[in-house]
């Protein structure tokens, strides 16, 4: 979007309470002020000084002219006059957040054949989304996919949608999200665990995330034996046991008590919930 020209840049650095910029530099700030001072005290001191007065009066008019240059004349001169180059380093800043990419959660389902996945890359990469991670799950129907997308500021969340939709998703969601999801391992199960807590019901899919496991259907549902290292249990007390597999990838005791903590946190959740339910 094109800036009105009678808006000078620096009204995007106002702050949104007191209407008034931030506190430029000190040393621009001090560099703008004898720019703007100099010339005027060099003109008074030399029509003063060439005067008759008495020695003591003409330290007393330059010491009170300076004075009232200083507070009424410099300061706000200075701070309108220049406030372009008094803020640059700032400007600078908001311009390169204004810049940078925004990064997105996102999921959809994908028919489960060959070549899905593929497309839809294809449609999001025409569209200049960059996508920077996936994770995928197998339901009913096909393939629940859900990506860490990187999109340039410009593009909107309908516009992410109506990409997922023309690569072949349904069923899509968008939401706004940070670096942290790209995070070192137990940073990520931190923002695992922060969204069970906002939402209790993503419980099977943050576990099959983090475990980077597959959710097994639960009309097929097999209860895996205490060799079978291969397939974990993990029993709730709302939705029954969960099994998730990893075939080829054994999960390690440490997988198996943070699956089983997270668990632990969804139920402590939906108590919570439901005693703040009974006390309204």
């Known amino acids: ?17 007191c209407g008034r910029l931030p506190e430029p530099a000190k040393t621009r700030l001090t560099l703008a002020q004898v720019a703007t001072i ?8 030399a029509l003063v000084v060439g005067t008759h007065l008495p020695f003591l009066i003409k330290v007393a008019v330059l010491t009170v002219t300076a004075t ?7 300061e706000p001169s200075v701070k309108r006059l220049l406030r372009g180059w008094l803020h640059a380093p700032a400007l600078r800043g908001r311009r390169r957040l204004d810049d940078s990419p925004a990064l997105w959660r996102v999921r959809t389902t994908l028919p489960d054949m060959p070549g899905a996945l593929q497309r839809m890359t294809r449609v999001l990469a025409r569209a200049d989304i960059n996508i920077l991670s996936i994770h995928s799950h197998l339901v009913d129907g096909g393939a629940l996919d859900e990506f860490v997308l990187e999109a340039p ?32 391992g137990q940073t990520r199960v931190l923002s695992i665990a922060a ?42 007390t709302d939705r029954g046991p969960m099994i998730f597999s990893r ?9 198996s008590a943070r699956a089983h903590r997270l668990a632990e946190l969804a139920e402590i959740v939906e108590l919570t919930a439901a005693t ?3 006390r309204a």
């Open 153 to 184: 500021e410009a593009i909107t969340e309908q516009h992410i949608v109506d990409a997922l939709e023309n690569g072949g998703g349904r069923d899509s969601g968008v939401w706004s999200t940070t670096a942290l999801a790209l995070a070192d």
């Open 195 to 236: 969204r069970i807590a906002g939402d209790s019901t993503e419980l099977p899919l943050a576990i099959a995330e983090m475990l980077g496991a597959r959710v097994t259907d639960g009309a097929t549902v097999v209860v895996p034996d205490a060799a079978d290292r291969t397939t974990l249990k993990v029993p709730t």
């Open 276 to 278: 703040r339910n009974r």
């Open 38 to 45: 100099l010339p005027i005290e060099l003109l008074v001191h």
């Open 247 to 255: 075939p080829g990838e054994p999960f390690t005791l440490a997988e």
């Open 1 to 17: 979007m094109r800036r009105n020209a009678r808006v000078p840049a620096t009204a995007d650095l106002l702050c949104e309470v």
């Open 68 to 74: 009232l240059l200083v507070i009424w004349v410099a």
